[in-house]
């Protein structure tokens, strides 16, 4: 089955341009979702777009509107966004490479697949592939979609490349203020030391695919009976204790003999070359 291009456009690196198409890499079919019901009949709620003091209006006079002041905007025809002839509509240009690694999880949006837009863009796609799984780093570039500019990341996924869009800095909130009340006195040795060894114990590859989406399940399950004609009774459930005082030393130490051993995984920092390789892993994610 043939899938169809998010973004038809070219990759460039330095003097190097190759054809590329976009495709989206997740499937919202698995993602769960509600419509809106009238209960008495039982049928979908449908929305209109009115105005005030006008009523519904018809999608031919709609146009868009960017706000410069209280309910005072100014209105875009096509057209006239059209005549924004940003590079990046249509180029993606590979400014500058980091490590995979060194990109704050808080910048991840979205992810999609990058693909050679024709047979010709191959033999650059793959040399660019290559590069960037060797060096464990990802291009960063921008591209316009959808209305706005996006940072992206681009770096080696399987056989081919995988883009990520990435929030801009100054969509993210300051953490600080969220982690004022954190204490700041050094924690026990020994208590860390036992976290270490139970995280440990805990280790291995990411493997999603170990993950079931409980609510997902359950809510199939509840839907299942509901057309069963099954009566839905909640149970009670005991609100979540707050400000519980409790043993942490004894809680870790009872934790630990809870979790099987496995062998023993060093904590200190990864030497050079096993560094490369967390890169090079995280840039096939």
């Not at 709620?45 to 960017?66: C, L, M, P």
């Not at 650059?124 to 780093?137: C, F, H, N, P, S």
């Amino acid at each position: 089955m043939a899938h169809r291009a998010y973004w038809k456009g070219f990759l460039r690196l330095s003097l190097v341009s190759i054809a590329v198409e976009v495709y989206t890499a997740v499937d919202t079919k698995s993602e769960i979702s509600f419509r809106q019901i009238h209960k008495p009949s039982g049928r979908r709620i449908s929305y209109t777009k009115t105005v005030a003091g006008i009523g519904e209006v018809q999608n031919a006079d709609i146009v868009k509107g960017y706000a410069v002041d209280n309910d005072r905007y100014v209105t875009l025809e096509p057209d006239e966004l059209d005549a924004l002839q940003l590079e990046s509509r249509k180029t993606i240009d590979l400014v500058k490479f980091v490590d995979a690694a060194d990109i704050d999880a808080r910048y991840f949006e979205r992810p999609y697949f990058l693909g050679p837009g024709d047979e010709i863009s191959g033999e650059g796609y793959v040399v660019i592939r290559d590069a960037l799984r060797k060096t464990g780093k990802v291009g960063l570039g921008q591209m316009t979609i959808g209305g706005r500019e996006w940072l992206i990341a681009i770096g080696p996924l399987e056989d081919g490349l995988s883009m990520t869009m990435l929030r801009y800095a100054d969509e993210l909130k300051d953490a600080a203020p969220f982690f004022d009340e954190v204490p700041t006195a050094k924690p026990d040795k020994e208590m860390v030391d036992l976290a270490v060894e139970l995280i440990n114990r805990k280790s291995g590859k990411f493997k999603p695919e170990e993950f079931e989406n409980h609510y997902a399940t359950a809510l199939r399950e509840l839907v299942e009976k509901k057309m069963k004609g099954q009566k839905i009774i909640a149970a009670h459930e005991e609100a979540a204790p707050r400000g519980k005082v409790f043993d942490l030393m004894a809680a870790l130490k009872k934790s630990i003999g809870e979790v099987p051993a496995k062998a023993k995984v060093k904590t200190d920092s990864p030497p050079a070359g096993r560094r490369q390789a967390l890169g090079r892993r995280a840039a096939k994610r």
